[in-house]
Every structure is written in structure tokens, then in C-alpha cells.
């Protein structure tokens, strides 16, 4: 059966590099041509086929500071806390600050409302760089939820202040939930929505384009915070929902039976991932 003729594939709008994505990979890419040795502490962004490009740009990934003796040091698209910083500078390195700004909006919020009193509550992944970052911009004082369930579980004091934010590629609608919950559980309380406008977008493109075809195929780095929500947002939905990190990983089976595919992919997928999916199943036969 020639699927080139009879499967339509819908493309989603809102895939592939975000602006904050886009410009950590270019700031790191201009940065490959400094002089003397540059490292990158940890992955730029959560994306395989990114990573071994920048190592190609003789970019070397490196886990701890210590391995960085002289040159140029790159910070990730999803920040770090205070305490590194100053590490580096004491070390006399070279800074590339990659952090996407939005991240660095949901660190300075931390900051600013633990200063003013405020019991900072992040809505996020406990072992994700982001939130880890948070939580140091917030002099150590955030608490961390994952879910309306663990909200749910806080023991909030009448008297004290509550300040809610997120990490920037939560569940949107799951944040509502918790956002509604707390203001009504706390007298004393604000919140802001820290989540990117890009990964509302995607959101909201995956639920419609989950319900109007009879596949999903969502491009994503496995580690990918936000492409896992895609994956999770659209199985929800359609049963037949893949996650894939290349088309390698594509399965002839899946087009058995279906007449409309959508394909989306996370804002750390590169463009040339998605085409090069796009090619490989109009290829099958």
C-alpha cells in the first residue's frame, strides 16, 4: 500500500526549536568559536541529536566544573543557581549564559517573593535542572509540587504568604488546577503563571490535532520535560500516540490502518530531526 498517496500528515505548527531553544543553541554555536577550550556544564538543551552537533562544534559536555581548568564555560538553556556562578568567576572562566529569559523571569520571582516573606511553592520536577536553579535563586526556601495531589498534601499556616509559580514546560491545565485550589486554601495568596507562552501553544495544538487524527507521533529528546508533556497530553486523547527520538525509531506497523498522522515535537527538537521523520514515512510502503 502507498501510504505517500493515502496518509495525510499534518505537521504542527507550534514544533521544533522555541525562541529560548533557538537562542541557546546560537549563543553556543557563536561560542564554539572562541578561542581556547570550551566547555558546556551538563546538555545545552534535552535533545541527543543537538548535543552530538555541538560536540562536532568541539564543544565538550563535561559533568562537573572541575573538569573545566582554563577557557570557556556554557551554562544551559535551563539555568543554574547563584552558587555556580560564583564558582566560575572565583575559577576565572569565560561565561556563556544560555538561560532561557523565561526561565530566568520564574528564578528572579523565587528570589524576590522569598525575600519579601512569601513561601515560594514551584510547580515542577524536583530533580530538573530548572527547578533546581529555582530553588537556589530562592536562597533554598522553595516547595516543590508535581501534581494537584501534592498540593493537596501542603500544610499551608493561616498567617503565612504563599507565592505559586512553575516551571516553564508544566502542564498548563494542571497548573489552573493548582492555582485553584491554593486560592482558595490560602487567604494570602498570589501566584504567576511561568509556564511559556511556546509550551501553552504546543499544549493546546497537540490536544486538537490528538482529537482530529488517528495517529500521533511526538519528535523528543527521551530526557525532554516538555516533549513527554506532549506524549502525555496527546495518549490522553489517542490511544495510537508514539514518542520517538529520531525516525530510526519509526515502526512500519503504526501506519497499517490510519488515513491521518499528526506530528509534532518538542521545543528542543531540531528541524532536522522532524524532516528527516517526515522523509522516512513517506517512504514506507
Not at 514544533?15 to 543553541?25: M, N
Not at 529569559?101 to 523565587?110: D, E, G, H, S, T
Not at 497530553?233 to 529520531?246: R, V
Request: charged share 35%.
Amino acid at each position: 500500500m502507498d501510504h505517500k498517496n493515502i496518509l495525510k500528515i499534518t505537521i504542527a505548527k507550534h514544533s521544533g526549536f522555541c525562541f529560548g531553544v533557538k537562542r541557546a543553541y546560537d549563543l553556543a554555536c557563536a561560542g564554539s568559536r572562541s578561542r581556547g577550550k570550551v566547555y558546556i556544564l551538563g546538555k545545552l538543551v534535552h535533545n541527543d541529536d543537538v548535543c552530538r552537533d555541538l560536540r562536532k562544534k568541539r564543544i565538550k559536555e563535561i559533568k562537573s566544573l572541575n573538569e573545566a581548568k582554563e577557557g570557556t564555560i556554557i551554562f544551559t538553556a535551563h539555568g543554574v543557581g547563584p552558587r555556580l556562578y560564583e564558582k566560575v568567576i572565583k575559577k576565572g572562566l569565560k561565561i556563556i549564559d544560555t538561560t532561557c529569559p523565561k526561565v530566568v523571569k520564574a528564578q528572579r520571582l523565587a528570589k524576590n517573593y522569598a525575600k519579601k516573606g512569601y513561601q515560594v511553592i514551584v510547580f515542577g520536577d524536583e530533580k530538573h535542572e530548572e527547578v533546581k536553579g529555582i530553588w537556589e535563586w530562592s536562597g533554598d526556601k522553595v516547595k516543590i509540587i508535581g501534581s494537584l495531589k501534592e498540593a493537596k498534601k501542603l500544610k499551608l499556616e493561616k498567617k503565612k504568604k504563599y507565592c505559586l509559580i512553575s516551571q516553564t514546560t508544566q502542564n498548563v491545565e494542571e497548573f489552573k488546577r493548582i492555582k485553584d485550589y491554593l486560592s482558595k486554601a490560602s487567604a494570602n495568596f498570589v501566584y504567576f503563571n511561568t509556564i511559556c507562552d511556546s509550551t501553552d501553544s504546543r499544549q493546546n495544538e497537540t490536544r486538537k490535532l490528538a482529537e482530529k487524527n488517528d495517529a500521533v507521533i511526538v519528535v523528543g529528546g527521551r530526557d525532554s520535560a516538555n516533549s513527554r508533556r506532549l506524549y502525555e497530553i496527546a495518549k490522553s486523547i489517542n490511544l495510537k500516540t508514539y514518542f520517538i527520538e529520531n525516525a530510526r525509531q519509526l515502526k512500519k506497523n503504526w501506519f497499517s490502518d490510519i488515513k491521518k498522522l499528526a506530528i509534532t515535537a518538542g521545543a528542543s527538537t531540531p528541524e532536522w530531526a522532524i524532516s528527516k521523520v517526515i522523509d522516512k514515512i513517506g517512504k514506507i510502503d
